[in-house]
């Protein structure tokens, strides 16, 4: 199982980015997926994550309204789009699979990571 995640960079606060994960090695359409972040020193925090549907999305409080998140099962990809971007937004990001129905916001119920990308935004 591969997740690959990209789209990440430096952007200034209150701009956007979009960041992708791609799936190999499962059948993407029977897992939930989920967006983590970890900031330097802090633990890895639940970000959103989507049914496998993508009929239901859930978002952490500090990024509801300004991030989205979505899927397409048939480029087996999971994407975050990130608006009004804050300088506290600034982590390392990773998507995560899990076999759950409704997607947990712990890290421990998901079963596989990506590698990460980076998200630094500047004030």
């Known amino acids: 199982v591969q997740l690959q995640a990209s789209g990440g960079g430096l952007v200034q606060a209150g701009g956007s980015l979009r960041l992708s994960c791609v799936a190999s090695?499962?059948?993407?359409?029977?897992?939930?997926m989920g967006w983590f972040r970890q900031a330097p020193g802090k633990e890895r925090e639940f970000v959103a994550a989507i049914r496998w549907s993508g009929a239901s999305t859930y978002y952490a409080d500090s990024v509801k309204g300004r991030f989205i998140i979505s899927r397409d099962n048939a480029k087996n990809a999971v994407y975050l789009q990130m608006d009004g971007l804050k300088p506290e937004d600034t982590a390392v990001y990773y998507c995560?699979?899990?076999?759950?129905?409704?997607?947990?916001?712990?890290?421990?119920?998901?079963?596989?990571w990506g590698q990460g990308t980076q998200v630094t935004v500047s004030s």
């Open positions: 090695g499962i059948v993407f359409g029977s897992y939930a």
């Open positions: 995560a699979t899990t076999t759950m129905s409704v997607p947990p916001r712990s890290k421990v119920g998901y079963d596989y």
